[in-house]
T-cell receptor
Framework: DAKTTQPNSMESNEEEPVHLPCNHSTISGTDYIHWYRQLPSQGPEYVIHGLTSNVNNRMASLAIAEDRKSSTLILHRATLRDAAVYYCILEGQGAQKLVFGQGTRLTINP | NAGVTQTPKFQVLKTGQSMTLQCAQDMNHNSMYWYRQDPGMGLRLIYYSASEGTTDKGEVPNGYNVSRLNKREFSLRLESAAPSQTSVYFC?????????????FGPGTRLLVL
């Protein structure tokens, strides 16, 4: 499985945008990029996913580099409820699974 | 809709005891998954079921068995629990198990093996 690299932790302030980076230099042409988050004592929750183009939904935006070797999850206006561990995951052909790394622990300051 | 539900929420076992973790989904999904999460780590896939009647091993299947009872239910059994199986267990489901699909997770079962 192709690997992802994320910072262990990040900190931001409430109501400010947050940019969470993810490097995936060994990504293949058919790998999807998924982002999930896990709030304390809960199961992971889907945030967004994409293949080649940038994606937007009600929760966040996903910016994918032109060479697809990195991506950035953008929370446009962070709230305290966005404090969680964010996982960047590559889903490969035939994998039928999501391979979770250690993720980025995001802290939001009031 | 309840989504994905898991029982029990918390369980303490002694080494060598057996137990079954239950999972059910009400989203009419074909694919279901069992993951474990050790402290400070990401999730690892134990087993998955692409569709009713099929099961396959994931990354860490040793010490576990699964049963896809019907389309709704997917159970995970520990035949002889070991302290190394102390973990939080998450069940998930997705529509068809194809690439690009969203997985929906349950709230987890916290298992402590003494």
């Amino acid at each position: 499985d192709a690997k992802t690299t994320q910072p262990n932790s990040m900190e931001s302030n409430e109501e400010e945008p947050v940019h969470l980076p993810c490097n995936h230099s060994t990504i293949s042409g058919t790998d999807y990029i998924h982002w999930y988050r896990q709030l304390p004592s809960q199961g992971p929750e889907y945030v967004i996913h994409g293949l080649t183009s940038n994606v937007n939904n009600r929760m966040a935006s996903l910016a994918i580099a032109e060479d697809r070797k990195s991506s950035t999850l953008i929370l446009h206006r962070a709230t305290l409820r966005d404090a969680a561990v964010y996982y960047c995951i590559l889903e490969g052909q035939g994998a039928q699974k999501l391979v979770f790394g250690q993720g980025t622990r995001l802290t939001i300051n009031p | 809709n309840a989504g994905v539900t898991q029982t029990p929420k918390f369980q303490v076992l002694k080494t060598g005891q057996s137990m079954t973790l239950q999972c059910a989904q009400d989203m009419n999904h074909n694919s279901m998954y069992w993951y474990r999460q050790d402290p400070g780590m990401g999730l690892r896939l134990i087993y998955y079921s692409a569709s009713e009647g099929t099961t396959d091993k994931g990354e860490v299947p040793n010490g576990y068995n699964v049963s896809r009872l019907n389309k709704r239910e997917f159970s995970l059994r520990l035949e002889s629990a070991a302290p190394s199986q102390t973990s939080v267990y998450f069940c998930a489901s997705s529509q068809n198990g194809i690439m690009g699909e969203t997985q929906y997770f349950g709230p987890g079962t916290r298992l402590l093996v003494l």
